[in-house]
């Protein structure tokens, strides 16, 4: 199994759609997670750290379910500039530095 | 705050060859930086962590005498591929987080390295 797995998509949706993406983890014991944006060719940018109460950016809500071990993004009123690849992002215990990413899931918004 | 700076941005070299990659902090320090590949439509995988001062940790399967790291100053870390072979040819990104933790993990906006 997989440390990190996504639906890889690609989401196809029209402006102005709610979109969500799931992500699940392997290690129980994971501490700490992100969601990053990577654009096409480009590197990968912390789009918002995920904590357990849920957090919310704006138009973007993060939530953290610990006993099913997934997390998840909701995209609300989809822009055509949210087109990206969206990362999900686990700190794994015992190593405060190091990163395990998911393969991304491609989100494209349509006119 | 909290700039990674990469260079070259785009690189290709001969088999054979070695190609040298920098990743800089620019307005921080950084005793860490890591260095991953990314192949295409795959997800970023960790090659190595860069420790300031003393020998990267690499991941199981890197050759750390293919990929060598040199982590010489608190703000450079650099990655020189030695005797590149087409299969080498990616997407290498690093990155760095600031002791102050507050910006996250930063990345260097990449190399993408091809071997002919």
């Known amino acids: 199994r997989k440390e990190v797995e996504q639906d890889p998509g690609p989401f196809n949706v029209p402006e102005g759609a709610t979109v969500a993406f799931n992500c699940t983890y392997s290690n129980s014991a994971s501490q700490s997670f992100f969601w990053y944006r990577q654009d096409c060719r480009k590197e990968p940018k912390l789009l918002m750290s995920v904590y357990s109460s849920g957090n919310e950016d704006g138009r973007f809500t993060a939530q953290l379910n610990r006993a099913s071990q997934y997390i998840s993004l909701l995209i609300r009123d989809s822009k055509l500039s949210d087109s990206a690849t969206y990362l999900c992002v686990v700190n794994p215990v015992g190593n405060t530095d190091k990163l395990i990413f998911g393969t991304g899931t491609r989100l494209q918004v349509f006119p | 705050g909290a700039v990674v700076s990469q260079h070259p941005s785009r690189v290709i070299c001969k088999s054979g060859t070695s190609v040298k990659i920098e990743c800089r902090s620019l307005?921080?320090?950084?005793?860490?930086m890591f260095w991953y590949r990314q192949f295409p439509k795959k997800s970023l995988m960790l090659m190595a962590t860069?420790?300031?001062?003393?020998?990267?940790?690499?991941e199981q399967g890197v050759e750390k005498d293919k990929f060598l790291i040199n982590h010489a100053s608190l703000t450079l870390s650099t990655l020189t591929v030695t005797s590149a072979h087409p299969e080498d040819s990616s997407f290498y990104i690093c990155s760095a987080e600031p002791t102050t933790k507050s910006y996250g993990y930063t990345f260097g906006s990449g190399t993408r390295l091809t071997v002919v």
């Open positions: 307005d921080f320090q950084a005793t860490t």
């Open positions: 860069s420790n300031e001062g003393s020998k990267a940790t690499y």
